[in-house]
């Protein structure tokens, strides 16, 4: 299993980041999309989750975006998560493609976010990463970027 975190900074201290719409797709062919239900508003945070099926994977960002990985996690020889998100991004619509590489066949998932009252510049503030090979769980471990 692997965990990852990514925490975003509010635009103002008295803001509040809010989640306007969250989506998923999955795939077992060397894609993995999702569509907006909705189109995003202009100048709000994206998230991409991408979950690969095979830690060797990679992942390429859809052509013509700004996505920035925030974090990437993989379990030795088994499954990776990616966090990508883009500050400030123009309105989105439609689906959303993410080519996977690499492994094998296997299902691939991409979760998609929009949060509304991010700062618009530099909204990453902290990652963390865990991988669990045994059945003893660890504290994750948080690296304020």
Known sequence: MVVIVSAFSASTAEAAIRR??????T???GTAAATWAQPTR???L???VINVND?????????????TLAIRSNA?????????YWAAAPAQAGTSTWTIAGGCCFE???TLIEYAGAKLVSPLDQTGTWNASSGTNTAVSVTTT
């Open 20 to 25: 306007i719409q969250r989506v998923s797709g």
């Open 27 to 29: 795939s077992t062919t």
């Open 42 to 44: 202009p100048k709000n």
């Open 46 to 48: 994206l998230v991409a």
């Open 55 to 67: 830690a060797n994977d990679t992942i390429t960002i859809p052509t013509g975006s700004s996505w």
């Open 76 to 84: 030795t020889g088994r499954t990776g998560v990616a966090i990508y």
């Open 108 to 110: 691939n998932v991409v």
